[in-house]
């Protein structure tokens, strides 16, 4: 079964950092793209970053641009996120997500999210 | 980046209604390369709709997509009642991708 599964969220202040974690099983990782999303409470889903199959293309959105980080360990089938400089709007649920269907942007495959909150 | 747009914003109907729901692109949209998700409260969203027509694998047939360049439509022809949720539409023929902000189809 293909499974991705979010960890290291929580509470953290505002300037702080965090590091999210994707765990991947039931697929060959380091043949996808991955992606990150959020979702702010009671708001859309919001692209944040991907990165490709052996790590040496990444992109991000420009509200994370600078601060955010992301990278692979293909040999652990784990995507990261690094989070630097937290602010309130970056409080929102973030899912990790394959693409599917021949597309590197269109996502079948998203984990369950893990809740970031940034607050004093 | 292509801003998607979608209305209305909440939508009530009844189970066994048919529901349809639009969502307004700021530019062309390459391709046809709209896709359709299907979101319950806590969990993560399902891909229903991709190319702006296709159903994605072991969605019902009740689920239709439709539309071309800027204005796309996802209609439900008979709702059941597990299809009361939040739709969001996404591009994914412009990077970045985006995804409009989502038509809550709630029971009335």
């Known amino acids: 079964e293909v499974q991705l599964v979010e960890s290291g969220g929580g509470l953290v202040q505002p300037g702080g950092s965090l590091r999210l974690s994707c765990a991947a099983s039931g697929f060959i990782f380091s043949r996808y793209w991955m992606h990150w999303v959020r979702q702010a409470p009671g708001k859309g889903l919001v692209w944040v970053s991907r990165?490709?199959?052996?790590?040496?293309?990444?992109s991000y959105a420009d509200s994370v641009k600078g601060r955010f980080t992301i990278s692979r360990d293909n040999a652990k089938n784990t995507l990261y996120l690094q989070m630097n400089s937290l602010r309130a709007e970056d409080t929102a649920v973030y899912y990790c997500a394959r693409p599917g269907y021949s597309s590197t942007w269109l996502l079948d495959v998203w984990g369950k999210g893990t809740t970031v909150t940034v607050s004093s | 980046e292509i801003v998607l747009t979608q209305s209305p914003g909440t939508l009530s109907l009844s189970p066994g209604e048919r529901a349809t729901l639009s969502c307004r692109a700021s530019q062309s949209v390459s391709s046809s390369y709209l896709a359709w998700y299907q979101q319950k409260p806590g969990q993560a969203p399902r891909l229903l709709i991709y190319g702006a027509s296709s159903r994605a694998t072991g969605i019902p047939d009740r689920f239709s997509g439709s539309g071309s360049g800027t204005d796309f439509t996802l209609t439900i022809s008979r709702l059941e009642p597990e299809d009361f949720a939040v739709y969001s539409c996404?591009?994914?023929?412009?990077?970045?991708?985006?995804f409009g902000q989502g038509t809550k189809l709630e029971i009335k």
């Open positions: 990165i490709n199959g052996d790590g040496s293309s990444t």
């Open positions: 996404q591009q994914y023929g412009s990077s970045p991708c985006s």
